[in-house]
């Protein structure tokens, strides 16, 4: 009896440690209240913060991404921009809005084209680093549309900022991402007042574990408590930005600035598969994507094969995206601005069309996938990193469920600061020139040319699984053109296979963007997997990382209540989730 009982007490003492230990190599923690997976431990805590203070999803959400932007900087802040997909319990309804950078008035489909004595890398940097490849940033207006059109009204907005302002303020350790990066891009950094006190003295990277802050940004972080978005579109914060801007080679102007609104879009839906998946409509591409990828793989799986990974499983992803990438620079671009024929490409008996391509034991060429519509497709000649973006998650007691992707683009956006803030580089994310690929591969398309306030195609896609009206799955990701098909891949595994947000995101992935004709996969993934794909004719090249997924899945129980919040940060980048 008694060594027994003592085993019970020791197996109680073990099962914390063994469930910690769990959570860290999966990146997983299960929540019964509320949750945030974010891809920082700390951003996570600054929206759980906010959701213990009373405040919903849409607060929660807010601080998340302002904590973000102190603490990842590589990836996010004040000075980019990006998408939120919000679904209100209480009315069970959506929300989509854009806060997508936007082009300067001066823009010009001929701004990034090659100029005359440039070799291939000035070129490509033009719209990669520097005062011309910064956007319009979105990101205040949209961190403000979130609190006033969807909070809770219970927090203040000095509240919501207060986790970021503190910690720019008092300081944050760097992660191993940050010794990466700034080992690469190094003098390019240096130069900058708020980056260059993060290196050391002597040194020439930031080492990691390395105790930084912003005292910079939590003077701005002020003056949004205080006054919200106005300063950074018509204040001290705008004005800062114009002569940072301009003095780095750049156009924009105060004019610019004062121009800039949150676009209020209605996000894309569709039944595959038993869901209901609501996701990112253009400007974004991940939505029509996704969509049209799912499209496909209900043809091509029958349910005997939908119910655990295999090479024909894996077959049939890499098939359905080559297609969807083509349509991706032939047909998108801001649907502001451009004739974007999103449901032409999404009808059913197009899909029907380009499923009949499939081979189930050979890889086709993404030329047989091409499938041009009845209007003329504005064709593109044959086209010759990752961490500047930061997707999270947030469910809240009452139901609501936040799905948040934010960017700089590349890492350290411009590479230079305005009022303590990193400018993004988001205009490589326009077609430099119709053919040239940009920092991701994907292929310049004429619809996605620059033009005046014109917002570049994106593939960030956050998405929210139903399951009749109930939301079941949130997931984004960071990692440029991966980042629909990682998206893609992690809420299958989980919709299809049953994984926990932890086995989701554990399980390897495999990518393809139609061009060049590679199918890329995960270090560690099963040999019997990548050696089936590359027996099917794929040709097969390896990456360390797809991407880096944040992911909440919510189980109910039979009174339909929730009844676990499953969070998961991508170990890919080392996030931690936060809740109750
Ligand atoms: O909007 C986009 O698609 C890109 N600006 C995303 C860049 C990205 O994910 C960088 N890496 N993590």
């Known amino acids: 009896m008694r060594s027994r009982l003592s085993l019970t007490v020791a197996l109680a003492l073990l099962v914390p440690v063994l469930v910690a230990q769990q959570a860290e190599d999966t990146g997983e923690a299960v929540f019964a209240q509320y949750a945030v997976a974010s891809d920082h431990e700390l951003a996570s805590q600054a929206g759980a913060e906010v959701l213990a203070a009373g405040g919903n999803a849409a607060d929660a959400a807010a601080a998340t991404m302002l904590a973000l932007g102190v603490v990842g900087p590589a990836s996010s802040g004040l000075g980019g921009g990006g998408f939120a997909l919000y679904y209100r319990a209480s009315d069970h309804s959506m929300h989509y809005i854009d806060f997508r950078e936007e082009a300067p008035g001066a823009a010009t489909a001929e701004m990034f084209a090659r100029r005359e004595g440039d070799d291939e890398q000035t070129a490509a940097n033009r719209s990669r680093a520097g005062g011309l490849a910064v956007g319009v940033p979105g990101e205040p207006a949209g961190v403000e549309a979130l609190i006033e059109q969807l909070g809770s009204g219970r927090v203040t907005r000095s509240q919501i900022v207060a986790p970021a302002m503190r910690r720019a303020r008092e300081g944050w350790d760097t992660t191993p991402l940050w010794e990466r990066f700034s080992r690469w891009l190094g003098e390019s950094l240096r130069a900058d007042p708020v980056f260059g006190r993060w290196f050391p003295r002597g040194s020439a990277f930031i080492p990691s574990g390395h105790h930084v802050d912003n005292p910079a940004l939590a003077r701005t972080l002020g003056e949004f408590a205080a006054h919200g978005a106005e300063p950074f579109y018509r204040g001290r914060v705008a004005r800062e930005i114009v002569r940072q801007v301009r003095a780095h080679g750049g156009v924009m ?4 600035l004062a121009a800039y609104r949150v ?21 974004s591409a991940g939505g029509v994507t996704l969509l049209a990828s799912l499209g496909l793989l209900e043809r091509w799986l029958p349910p005997s094969l939908r119910a655990e990974d295999s090479v024909y499983f894996r077959h049939a992803l890499v098939e359905s995206w080559k297609g969807p990438y083509t349509d991706r620079h032939l047909y998108l671009g801001d649907p ?49 990193g990752d961490a500047g973006t930061s997707h999270f998650c947030v469910a809240d007691a009452e139901g609501n469920v936040a799905a948040v992707t934010t960017t700089v683009n590349l890492p350290f956006g411009a590479r230079f600061t305005a009022a303590g803030l990193v400018l993004n580089d988001q205009m490589d994310d326009f077609a430099r020139e119709v053919g040239q690929p940009n920092a991701f591969g994907l292929v310049g398309g004429a619809p996605n040319l620059p033009g005046p306030s014109r917002r570049p195609l994106s593939s960030m896609s956050p998405t929210i699984v139903f399951e009749g009206d109930r939301p079941i799955l949130c997931a984004g990701a960071a990692g440029g053109s991966r980042i629909i098909t990682a998206t893609e891949q992690v809420l299958l595994f989980s919709v299809l296979f049953g994984d926990t947000a932890g086995e989701a995101l554990a399980r390897r992935r495999v990518h393809h963007q139609g061009d ?6 995960e270090e560690g993934m099963d040999e019997a997997l990548v050696d089936g794909l590359r027996r099917r004719g794929h040709d097969m090249q390896s990456l360390d990382h797809s991407a880096v997924v944040q992911v909440i899945r919510l189980v109910y129980g039979e ?12 170990p890919r980048k080392g996030g931690r989730p936060a809740g109750h």
């Open 253 to 256: 102007t105060a004019e610019d």
């Open 559 to 570: 009174d339909g209540a929730v009844t676990q919040i499953q969070a998961g940060s991508d």
């Open 263 to 283: 676009a209020v879009r209605e996000p894309l839906v569709a039944e595959h598969f038993g869901r209901r998946w609501v996701t990112a409509p253009p400007p």
């Open 336 to 384: 502001d601005h451009v004739d974007v024929p999103t449901a032409a490409l999404l009808r059913g008996e197009r899909a029907d069309q380009r499923a009949r391509v499939f081979h189930p034991m050979l890889a086709q060429p993404t030329s047989r996938y091409d499938l041009p519509l009845d209007t003329p497709p504005r064709r593109a000649a044959r086209p010759g």
């Open 516 to 521: 060049p004709a590679t199918t890329s996969y």
